[in-house]
């Protein structure tokens, strides 16, 4: 495991923060829950490219994201299987805590709103319209 990694893993840990990348001097971190931040990073055109990821919690839809942002490991503290798959098959270096088959809505009902939305998707450019446009849905 890098030194970035485990440096997000512990800054994650000893935080509040919900999701954390590191590079070098290159730390940022988030409060928000969801894919918000990896989309407002990428939108941002923040210089996210080869960091280390420490994550709560790691879906599809993120896995993708991460993807795009050009991460190259992820910790999530739960992932779903199809998360690992997809950042495998771009490269990604993946580590969890709990391995689950899908991520649950936040009423704990069924599956993510974004989960659903990326299950028929494995390209991660083909998954960004789909992606903003499910989570500008769930901002109404």
């Known amino acids: 495991m890098s030194a970035d990694l485990e440096r997000a893993k512990e800054i994650l840990q000893q935080t509040g923060s919900t999701c954390v990348l590191c590079r070098d001097h290159v730390v940022l971190t988030t409060e928000d829950r969801g894919v918000r931040p ?12 080869a960091c280390s990821a420490a994550d709560k919690v790691v879906g599809k839809a993120a896995a993708l994201l991460y993807c795009l942002l050009g991460v190259r490991s992820v910790h999530g503290n739960v992932m779903s299987s199809a998360a690992v798959k997809v950042m495998r098959r771009n490269g990604v270096e993946v580590s969890w805590d709990r391995l689950t088959d899908y991520i649950r809505n936040r009423a704990g009902t069924g599956f993510c709103p974004m989960e659903q939305a990326t299950a028929h998707i494995d390209d991660p450019e083909e998954a960004l319209p789909v992606i903003l446009t499910t989570w500008a849905s769930l901002q109404k």
Do not use: I, S
């Open 38 to 49: 990896l989309v407002q990073w990428l939108q941002n055109e923040e210089d996210t490219w």
